[in-house]
């Protein structure tokens, strides 16, 4: 093994990963090329040799100094043919991917067509990747969130209003079960549970006869929109809401410790995979231990545990 190909999405915690990966390459005398705008620029071969240096002062930096992209025409045959022509160019006796779901299944799907051995790390805010207990980048969005919570709970007691937050996380839950533990929040509404407008809004009008001045709801995307509940609570309760809808600011920031460790594991973990001839798996966390799963479980959804948290919840408001 002599050179490999490194690719990335972004969020918190990749340059960290990055960095990981091209320390351990170094370390082994393996040379990591970077491929910049992810399948793209696979596509469009625009790569560049990095070494130990490249990565200096990148631990702390959200995003990703690879840059990226979603790419249409890595869906296509052609696109496809055209990133492993820059495998073969490059002479890449492997590769080497950080992402959330897409990009690992586009792993999947490119290591069903060559030769080369593929790692992938999972590294999305959503922590959404079947069988892994922590993607890199989740933690980071839990506090950010919860940061911008903490202001919005501000006010949201001095105004005595109703807030409707909404977090990111596609339609897992994750974000905003957390958000609403750690933040105090009264409500949280996910795809993994049902909801039910009517009971939400009976709490909140007893609440407040009693004397009971804010709320905060959190919606996570994938189960509903946060104006959509908004104007239902001011309808049936006659109270004034508010909406927020925090978005992208979730997927940048400067990593936590969590996920500098975290990326620093996982990306030393899949350099010396490849190194002993492991090949189509990606990397995971269980119980705190390292582990591998075939790139082709990618595709199977991840079971989110909720009970836990969402009954502490309701206890604790
Ligand atoms: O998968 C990460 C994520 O940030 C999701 O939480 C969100 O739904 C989506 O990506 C947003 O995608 P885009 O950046 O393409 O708008």
């Known amino acids: 093994m002599k050179k490999i190909g490194l690719l990335t999405r972004d969020c918190a915690g990749v340059n960290a990963a990055i960095r990981a990966v091209v320390r351990t390459a170094a370390f082994h005398n393996i040379e990591v090329v970077g491929i ?17 240096r490249s990565v200096s002062g990148i631990i702390n930096l959200g995003g990703t100094i690879l840059k990226t992209s ?11 043919n055209m990133a492993l022509k820059t495998i073969k160019d490059n002479n890449l006796d492997g590769l080497i991917v950080i992402g959330g779901n897409g990009s690992l299944s586009g792993a999947y799907v490119l290591s069903e067509k060559c030769s080369i051995p ?11 990747v079947y069988g892994v207990d922590m993607t890199i980048g989740a933690d980071t969005a839990v506090n950010v969130a919860l940061d911008a919570l903490d202001k919005i709970r501000d006010t949201s007691t001095s105004l005595e209003r109703i807030f409707i937050v909404e977090v990111m996380g596609r339609e897992c839950g994750y974000i905003a079960l957390n958000v609403a533990l750690a933040g105090g929040c009264e409500e949280v509404l996910i795809p993994e549970a049902d909801y039910n407008i009517e009971k939400i809004c009976e709490e909140i009008t007893e609440g407040n006869i009693r004397g009971k001045i804010s709320w905060i709801i959190i919606v996570a995307e994938g189960k509903a929109k946060a104006a959509d509940i908004a104007k239902q609570v001011t309808d049936i309760t006659s109270l004034q809401t508010r909406e927020v809808v925090l978005g992208h ?5 400067r990593p936590t410790a969590f996920d500098r460790i975290l990326a620093a594991r996982y990306g030393s973990f899949a350099v010396e995979l490849m190194k002993k001839g492991e090949k189509n798996k990606y990397v995971g966390l269980n119980n705190d231990k390292l582990i591998t799963l075939p790139l082709k479980n990618i595709v199977k959804p991840k079971d989110i545990k909720v009970n836990d948290y969402y009954k502490l919840i309701k206890i604790l408001t």
Do not use: M
């Not at 790692?119 to 959503?126: F, Q, S």
């Open 36 to 52: 910049f705008h992810g399948y793209e620029g696979l596509i469009n071969g625009e790569v560049k040799l990095f070494d130990r």
């Open 118 to 128: 593929i790692i992938g790390i999972p590294a999305t805010i959503d922590n959404d």
């Open 70 to 80: 979603r790419s249409i025409k890595f869906r296509t045959e052609e696109g496809r």
């Open 249 to 253: 600011i979730q997927r940048g920031g």
